[in-house]
T-cell receptor
Framework: AQSVTQPDIHITVSEGASLELRCNYS??????LFWYVQSPGQGLQLLLK??????LVQGIKGFEAEFKRSQSSFNLRKPSVHWSDAAEYFC????????????FGAGTTVTVRA | DAGVTQSPTHLIKTRGQQVTLRCSPK?????VSWYQQALGQGPQFIFQ???????QRGNFPDRFSGHQFPNYSSELNVNALLLGDSALYLC????????????FGPGTRLTVT
């Protein structure tokens, strides 16, 4: 069964500082990996995705993530956060072949202080 | 280009009642998935519809059912509502063959009293 663990429930970061959110997954083969962001009361917006190829993927809003097969990780990074980055971030794993669902982690809430 | 839309935005129901939630997929998408997001948790997969049939189902009871129409829009029905069904219900659309890249709507907030 596929699963995702986001070890950090809440992270506080200063505006302009760097941000890294951790994600570990469990899946029997190479999965599809995603990061979504959710602002309060909103749906989920896709930040970036990994399907295959280059293990460092670039997304929207200046985010990037690195797939590390040996560590079963897909950590999200941003070099310099903006106040508007305050939100909840979800890592998700998707199957291949006939497994269409996305399995999400519990999320990490990011607070940005001035 | 319209994204995924859902209606209604908010809904309050009483235990034992039935509810129908609606979703229109992003233009050009033919696949609709439904997720339940309880407060403070990540979304949980309910089911996915493609070509008007349920293609995959998560660990949800039969009280949860759905439908997809020829125009690809979809409905989620929940019967015999329980207090625990209170959640944000998210619809996501995708295009078959694009690697399950799913685009989410704003959700319907269901409160069961």
């Amino acid at each position: 069964a596929q699963s995702v663990t986001q070890p950090d429930i809440h992270i506080t970061v200063s505006e302009g500082a760097s941000l890294e959110l951790r994600c570990n997954y469990s899946y029997g083969a190479t999965p599809y990996l995603f990061w979504y962001v959710q602002s309060p009361g909103q749906g989920l917006q896709l930040l970036l995705k990994y399907f295959s190829g280059d293990t460092l993927v670039q997304g929207i809003k200046g985010f990037e993530a690195e797939f590390k097969r040996s560590q079963s990780s897909f950590n999200l990074r941003k070099p310099s956060v903006h106040w508007s980055d305050a939100a909840e971030y979800f890592c998700a794993v998707g199957g291949r072949s006939n497994d269409y669902k996305l399995s999400f982690g519990a999320g990490t809430t990011v607070t940005v202080r001035a | 280009d319209a994204g995924v839309t859902q209606s209604p935005t908010h809904l309050i129901k009483t235990r034992g009642q039935q509810v129908t939630l609606r979703c229109s997929p992003k233009s050009g998408h033919d696949t609709v998935s439904w997720y339940q997001q309880a407060l403070g948790q990540g979304p949980q997969f309910i089911f996915q519809y493609y070509e008007e049939e349920e293609r995959q189902r998560g660990n949800f009871p039969d009280r949860f059912s759905g439908h997809q129409f020829p125009n690809y829009s979809s409905e989620l029905n929940v019967n015999a509502l329980l207090l625990g069904d209170s959640a944000l219900y998210l619809c996501a659309s995708s295009l078959k063959g694009t690697g399950y890249e799913q685009y989410f709507g704003p959700g319907t907030r269901l409160t069961v009293t």
